[in-house]
């Protein structure tokens, strides 16, 4: 019999069960050596790892209320805004309309409607959306504390970081319509020259908006706090189920409500109001779609396509032919149900638009992503890809009307949108067909006047324009998943 020396830290194993004994002295009849297992030590939980930021969701819900904020102006836009919008030159007109900016001055001539009440409000709702995507403030009450007072500062820089993308950013005031890139008169109609003599001129830059929209959102966010904490929360708490209270908070914190909103929930909704739900609820999650998760990482296609393209060869100037061509799509899953793709062809080219021909064959190349469902025999996707189109030969005419000689390769920039359906034979093997819309973008002979930029009326846009030709085709071709 061994010496019955306590055991430090001991394990106790019986038939029964197996759990810990703390300097406990085996017994005799149940010996540590020798009794019998038959229960297998089940090892302790990892630790709870802290919940992370979420970052894609927080720039996801940021690029909607892009769309949220872009969408109605692009609707409404009058000619001149659509001109410059459709049939200007992208790149050089925003660098163009950068280089005007005027930070000497404090106002650029918005109402204070739109300085003081709009720009704040844009300011608290991507406050509101940051906050909502941060899990040490997503919580957070309005109190004189180090946690609340954190949590706004973060969203603060967050609505810096928003505005200042939605002033001078890629998507933007100044990319989108060009502000800062040409002077207009304030407080006049339309065509009111009398007016216009007297008026004072504006790009619509200045430093109001980088400066009131982050600080006048932090205002309005601690504002918005303070009434659900000491009028709206304890009228929620007395009165739980009615909708009328609801209503009421979440229209007088409107920022907040449409936060809520780009994250899908209802308006009203508190995130402190329901502490076991906040961690699944953090918003809306793009990579959750409905179907089944697709099998591998690419795909691979060889296809045929037919493109009806504009044909400038006589008598038919304006017309449409459609042009044959073959070419491959490349798709790299990056997402649950997101795809990078790649997609070149070439294409036999009767020709285009007089009295600039573009002809020979025709290379596009378009990079972009595709997502949608997927089943076990079927998938159902969208795609959009910017890219280029270019044509091998270019042919102007001459000041004497005459035919000039073919130019080298000319490249224009080119975007497609398409639809695409999938139908397996087996696991790594499918037939697909696509229906899609390439547009391309053309550069015209026809220029500005020089008129236009002349002062009080200054422009400094390029007089450049530009046709945007829309051509509808289709793609079949088998698949190879890998």
Known sequence: MLPQEPQPAA??????????????RPKARDNFFTAPVSASIVPLPPPVQAEPFHWKRLLWQSLAFQAVEHGPRLMAADAE???ILLNKPFWSDYWASLSQFNMGRWNDGDSFIVNYIGHPAQGAVSGYIEAQNDPRGRDVRFANDRRYWNSRFRAFLWAT?????????????????NQGGY??????????????????YTNN????????????????????????RYIFDPLIARHPHSFR???LRSSVNMPRSLANLLAGRVPWYRDYEHPLDASSRAGWNPEQTTGTERIGTGDFQIFYSSLSLPDSKAPCHGCRRSSNGMGAELGLR?????????????????????????????????????SGIAGQHFALRGSLAPGFASYSSTRGDTAGGQASEPTKRSFQFSFLAAVSGDLRVT??????????????????????????????????????NYINSTNWGIRIGPVVGF
């Open 11 to 24: 394990l106790r194993v019986s038939a029964q069960n197996v759990d810990i004994g703390l300097y406990e």
């Open 81 to 83: 805004d659509r001109h």
């Open 427 to 464: 696991s790594h093997l499918a037939f697909r067909a696509t229906v899609e819309q390439m547009v391309i973008r053309y550069k015209s002979p026809d220029r500005d006047p020089p008129g236009i930029g002349t002062p009080p009326r200054l422009s400094f846009l390029s007089h450049d």
């Open 161 to 177: 970081a928003y505005s200042t993308e939605f002033e001078i950013g890629p998507i933007s005031e100044a990319s989108i319509f």
């Open 183 to 200: 002077t207009y008169p304030l407080g006049c109609k339309e065509h009111d020259r009398g007016c216009e003599k007297t008026a004072r």
């Open 334 to 370: 990056i997402a649950r149900h997101a795809d990078a793709v790649a997609i070149v062809r070439r294409q036999s080219s009767p020709g285009s638009l007089l009295p600039v021909t573009y002809g020979g064959s025709l290379m596009t190349a378009h990079f972009g992503l595709r």
């Open 245 to 247: 209270y609801k209503v």
């Open 205 to 228: 830059t200045g430093w109001v908006d980088f400066i009131v929209t982050p600080i006048g959102g932090s205002l309005f966010m601690i504002a918005g706090d303070a009434a659900d």
